[in-house]
């Protein structure tokens, strides 16, 4: 069983940035894809970002170009850069862990994430 400690959030200023961690334990890190999903009040849990064994990234369209995921195999951590912040980031991101080692493309559902932390709350003002 893995175990995912998400940390990083915070309340910032549209145009703001911020930066998840996502500290995990319990399994091989290196051989699973890791991903970020968010969910707001209301909402149903949305996928931000994803990254494969390999580095290969995947983004949805509403955080292309202002959010990078990445991975420190050696620090069992996954990281969330996002800058120019908007209010409709206003979520509960949570960082999750794929249930199939060596996955090439990178799952954009969560039913296909096993593990999940907490959440971190991020909150952007206008």
């Known amino acids: 069983q893995v175990q995912l400690v998400e940390s990083g959030g915070g309340l910032v200023q549209a145009g703001g940035s911020l930066r998840l961690s996502c500290a995990t334990s319990?399994?091989?890190?290196?051989?699973?894809?890791m991903g970020w999903f968010r969910q707001a009040p209301g909402k149903e849990r949305e996928f931000v970002a994803g990254?494969?064994?390999?580095?290969?990234?995947t983004y949805a369209d509403s955080v292309k170009g202002r959010f990078t995921i990445s991975r420190d195999n050696a620090k069992n951590t996954v990281y969330l850069q996002m800058n120019s912040l908007k209010p409709e980031d206003t979520a509960l991101y949570y960082c999750?862990?794929?249930?199939?080692?060596?996955?090439?493309?990178?799952?954009?559902?969560?039913?296909?994430?096993?593990?999940w932390g907490q959440g971190t709350q991020v909150t952007v003002s206008s």
């Open positions: 319990g399994r091989t890190f290196s051989s699973f894809a």
């Open positions: 999750a862990a794929d249930t199939v080692p060596f996955r090439v493309v990178v799952a954009t559902t969560f039913s296909n994430y096993g593990s």
């Open positions: 990254i494969n064994w390999s580095g290969s990234s």
